[in-house]
């Protein structure tokens, strides 16, 4: 490291030496180029967004700081006013504004974005941006924003991307060289802590790998033979118990431990802090509330002390009254005792304080949810995996190596611990094997998400223009991702067509008699494979219908397959693409059946009467019922015929006729010439459906771009002409940030707000951003006919819009939601938090504390928006008055 430079001047005020790859990005910054840097989490990346913010500051310019979520940005700000004083350094978090005219701001990355659109003066001898946790562009619901600011930001300005390892670093970086221009790609797959992973099995605690066995010459890690052949051990006795009398043949050894043995066994071993993640909310409460019935207690009394006071510092802005339906005594007794939960539905101030605790070593036991894997600085020295599969918003699915590893990381404090833990709790059904596939890959692609919208698209045209904006979508990195996989299609496609042609010379050109007789034959095949897809529909549809029929005890017959024989339903099932009835075969088998186990419709045989409680898990209870099926009389059906075709198909007639017909059939050499042929025919369809997916993919950004401008300007959001341009209600509506943004700007122009109080325009503005987490019961449609009358329009105009959508092949704006309605009604109207906390799980859908702040300050946001949007000045004037009604108790404390 060269004397007198920025870099040696900056690492003389730092307590430790730097890594090389700090080293090597910090340089090429201060040689002028932008940085993005690839390492591991804990590695230490923001070292390098430190010196970015540092380089600003000498050069007498400024530096934004950019975090995808608030309590990072709150995190980071402390950090950077404990170095450089409260005067230098600013926080915007959209409901928080703090010293925005600093050299140094730390914000939102949706902030930044909306400064860009804004052409907000306060981006004026901006030096640097540090865009913290860039990786979060794979986000499908807010990863857009992150590649519109690197789009949108100027040129001049340097670019400083930190990301967790991803496994395309060098294709993301090929892409910001081709956007930012001079970009140095820095990739440290190095972790600064050793991390060692273990299986926790009963009470004992293995190694994953067998720490004898060093890999060396590409050898593979090997798993811990003890771990392998105690869990097939565990396997046997559990086979051998299901045999045997409840209790005999079971060593207590096996038996899986509670949570508070699970975090005194880690205690016992010299594992904590400890981070259990839990998928779930409810599941890290239930964990908590565990703990605390538990007599484990990992504090002192000096710490139980100190806790408190920093319990008090976080919560001493909150309502006395509001304290008993917060849950905050039992919150305070689980942290004294050095327990604690941290999720999303946590009230922000208890949040906070858990992350101080936390990092302050006074909580030792953590139960979080994934959220708090996203660059939260709370690291441990172990992080327990209760589960490898987790539910994605769709589905319960196997966590990916890229999750297990970001999660993993948070183990391992640089400077306090000497390596970190990884433990894995096991159950029947987790292999060693799988878990060492996860713990050994470090497969993490970065995928872009960014899609044009209406907001996007309007500020953009506004900007710079249609034409100008179309080429930006198209400069997107999801765009340089599809026109990658495009290049390997067209060298297909070219490879394929050569040898088409060689083809063809060989059947004797494209004009010849034989080439057009396997024209005909590929013709005659193609119909009979149409035909047999569609017996095959029409088959499946018979027995989907059949299946959706079947009732609580009829007994069937499944006709074929390994399950063949005679089955009771246990527990119907109606779907109408997909019915899985529950059954129980005469052999024992309990489980779900298809379509695919019925090649004919399935018809009941008969009925059995069932007790109202079938204990199909146990093998008893399969055993007692099997035999009772088979003593019903009811004999299963023969394998079924297949059936007779009906009347042939007269073009499959016509063709075979022709065939019979052409010179060529005649041919000696015919069937030779007509395996030619069949290549051919192989070889053409798959180049056909290469070009059908070029054809799809090539400028499919700007395809959706256009179609949005249509949209737009037929609705009168944008001017046509030879330049088309944004009219005065497209201006609104690109000032307008949130998911249903069209919406909302429809309904500030034809009046649909106009006329409700400030606490009835809260409630109609809820349903445009709250989202139920699950499908309940959204029954709640308003507590006064204003906001009953306002909601009805409001989805009239949404199903309008949704039309408009479907005709111009354009993503849907999702649908209006009500579930926070009356809650958010009470709550702007001076009720309690227990009223509306009460008013928001009416229909069904338990709400926490926390959510009910996050979702009152995103109605806040838009309530914001919508005052500074609405051509009614009535509705803006509501919409002041009702975030001020908003913005109090719980609500106001998590605002500052």
Known sequence: MRSGTQLDAFTRQLSFPLDPFQIEACAALEAGHGVLVCAPTGAGKTVVGEFAVHLALESGRKCFYTTPIKALSNQKYA??????????????????SINSDAPVVVMTTEVLRNMLYAESPTLLGLSHVVMDEVHFLADRFRGAVWEEVILNLPEEVRLVSLSATVSNAEEFGAWMEAVRGDTTIVVDETRPIPLWQHVLVGRRLFDLFDAKVTPTGGRELVIDPDLVSHVKRR???????????????????????TRPEVVARLDEEGLLPAITFIFSRAGCEAALSQCVRSRLRLTTPEQTARIREIVEKHTRGLPRADLEVLGYWSWREALERGFAAHHAGMLPAFREAVEELFVAGLVR?????????????????????????????????????????????????????????????WRPGVEPVDVAGLASTRTFPLRSSFRPGYNMSINLIDRMGAAQSRALSERSFAQFQADRSVVGWTRGIERNERALGELRERLGGADGEMF????????????????????????????????AALRRGDVVGIPVGKRSGLAVVLEPDQDRDDPRPLVLTEHKWAGRIGAADFPVPAHPLGRMRLPRHVDHRTARGRRDLASALRSTGINAPRKPKRAKSGREDAEVVELRKALRAHPCHSRSDREQMCRVGERYNRLDRETESMRQKVAATTNSLARTFDRIVALLTEWGYIAAGEQPEATEEGRRLGRIYCESDL?????????????LTPAELAAVVSCVVYESRQDADATDRGPTAAIRGAMAETVRVWGEIRAEEVRHKLPPTREPDGGFVTAIYQWAGEASLVDALVSAGSGGKELSAGDFVRWCRQVIDL?????????????????AQAVGSIRRGVVAVAAT
Not at 235 to 254: H, I, V
């Open 365 to 425: 036991a953590v139960f979080a949810t994934e959220t708090l894997a996203l660059g939260i600085n709370m690291p441990a020295r172990s992080v327990v995996l209760e589960r490898l599969v987790k539910y994605n918003g769709d589905t319960h699915a196997e966590l990916t190596p890229g999750e297990y590893t970001q999660l993993t990381g948070r183990a391992g404090r640089r400077g306090i611990d000497v390596e970190g833990h990884a433990v894995v709790l």
């Open 79 to 96: 950090d950077l006013t404990g170095r450089y004083g409260k005067d230098a350094v600013g926080l915007l978090t959209g409901d928080t």
């Open 235 to 257: 396997l046997a006795l559990d086979r051998m118990d299901s045999w045997e009398p409840r209790g005999r043949g079971r060593s207590s050894d096996f038996r899986p431990l």
């Open 743 to 755: 919406l909302v700007a429809e309904c500030l122009r034809r009046g649909v707000w106009t006329g």
């Open 863 to 879: 309530l914001d928006q919508v005052q500074s949007t609405a051509p009614d000045p009535s509705v803006a004037k509501a919409a």
């Open 516 to 547: 057009e007789y396997i024209r005909l034959r590929e013709r005659l095949r193609s119909r009979e494979r149409l035909l047999e897809r569609q017996k095959r529909a029409d088959r499946r549809g018979a027995a989907v219908q059949s299946l």
